[in-house]
């Protein structure tokens, strides 16, 4: 059940409290007066997360965070600097306690009550429309008519909250184009976060003070590479203007990363030391990369990457992120970091996508569904055949290098969606589950091997175990 009002309220308070202490206290000091209010963090969050993780897990992030010399500590230390203290308080807040802790207590619960899928995030698309026409788009085939209401996304989030989810990501279309919008819903829920995957060109000074003001707002800019890359798929000048938006959102202490998706065409450029350096020199604090998807009667099997241009991938990204070397940027890899999230976490094992026709799908990249925001409730969408069925079947693969029921297990999503009922929901043309396997069974099967070497590699206890083969 949810937490007790005056409980959480005086928890939140007392975290609230302790993060501006800390802000205050960093902010200009130096790195070591950081790692001393981060350990006062750390033992803050142990009694409330002690059941979640054991003890030697706790004194392992006491030790991480007791060195100011470390790569991570001195990249927290510019962070706290350089980001307005409201956003960034507002968004750990909000991330850590609301959703980490208290609202992922009650999501467990609810997985436990309903026997099913319950996600801690939830991506929804505010349109369809887009001020850019950039090649390859996925959200293009929707057209531009598309709009989530503001009372269906007011409806979404308040439904959400209940159900204990506080991390809200608005894909689309460009979900800038509804900024007015969204800065109220920020504003009307401010125990929750809202982050914009946005090609940024429709940033200023005006919404910059906006989003100080809420204080629960971040981005993740999509960027194709260094300018050449980024203007011949999005248009001559974006790079440009991307660029400018970066360096006024720096200017303005706001948080953003960037959304990546990587393709056999640039996949060695985005991931170059000229590239992080140039993002980092921008006020980027984190990359998000995602494979390329063959989604839409017009996706190109050519942009899918080989076995050794995936292997890359991997490899690459690690050390780009690790504890020590690599770049002062934090790098996640929705493919290929799947080991540490047991997998596929679509389907509302730990995220569900909502497109700009209400339709509640398993994932940004997989266009079935089979309940609607505007028939159901969210809960209730939650529970349709198609997200059991992902329940049932995660994870889709023992190798987590493998998670996807689409990528490299293509033959589970035809036969998750025939079980469930579910539809297509592509508005442009519907798309049989059989086209997408077609696609995407080449790719699986070259994948294969290279990709149980790898876990092989990385785990070599799992070599002879099947347990968590499906």
Known sequence: MPMNPVVHAAERAAFSKALDAAIHAVRGKGP????????????????LLNHRFPGADWDAVRAFVSDPDGKWMQFAYRAINEIDPHILKMNALNLAYEGMFAGYNYVEELREQYDCNMPWILLFDPT?????????????????????????MEKIVTEGEALGIHWYM????????????????????????????????????????????????????????????TDDRRGEGVFQKVVSAMELMKKNGLLFGTSICYTSANYK??????????????????????????????????????????????????????????????CIDFQNDGEFVEGC?????????????????????????????????????????????????????????RPCPMLENPELLGEMVARSGAHSTDLEKPEGTGDVYRRCKPYADQWTPEADNLWAQLHPECAACTACQP
């Open 128 to 152: 369809s429309a887009c001020n850019l026409h950039c090649k390859g788009c996925w959200a293009a085939e929707y057209g531009n008519k598309l709009n989530l209401s503001y009372e269906d």
């Open 32 to 47: 070591e007066k950081m790692a001393e209010n981060a350990v006062r963090l750390v033992n803050l969050a142990q009694p």
């Open 170 to 229: 608005c894909t689309g279309g460009e979900p800038m184009c509804r900024k007015n919008d969204l800065l109220k819903l920020a504003a009307n829920h401010q125990t929750s976060v809202f982050h914009l995957f946005t090609n940024g060109t429709l940033i200023d000074q005006e919404f910059c003070d906006e989003v100080k003001k809420v204080g629960n707002m971040a981005f993740f800019i999509s960027v194709e590479g260094l300018d050449d890359a």
């Open 345 to 401: 976490i679509a389907g509302g094992k730990q995220y569900a996508h909502i497109n700009p026709a209400g339709d509640v799908e398993p994932c940004v990249f997989i266009h079935y569904s089979g309940a609607n925001i505007h028939d159901k409730s969210l809960l209730e969408c939650l529970q349709q055949p198609l997200f059991k069925e992902y329940h049932k079947g995660q994870p889709f693969n023992g190798n987590h290098l």
């Open 269 to 330: 450029a985005v991931t170059s030391d000229e590239f992080m350096d140039m993002l980092i020199d921008h006020g980027v604090r984190f990359n998000w990369y995602f494979h390329y998807m063959p989604i839409g009667d017009g996706a190109n099997v050519d942009l899918m990457l080989n076995a050794e241009q995936r292997a890359y991938m991997v490899r690459r990204v690690r050390e780009i992120r690790g504890y020590t070397g690599g770049k002062p940027i934090f």
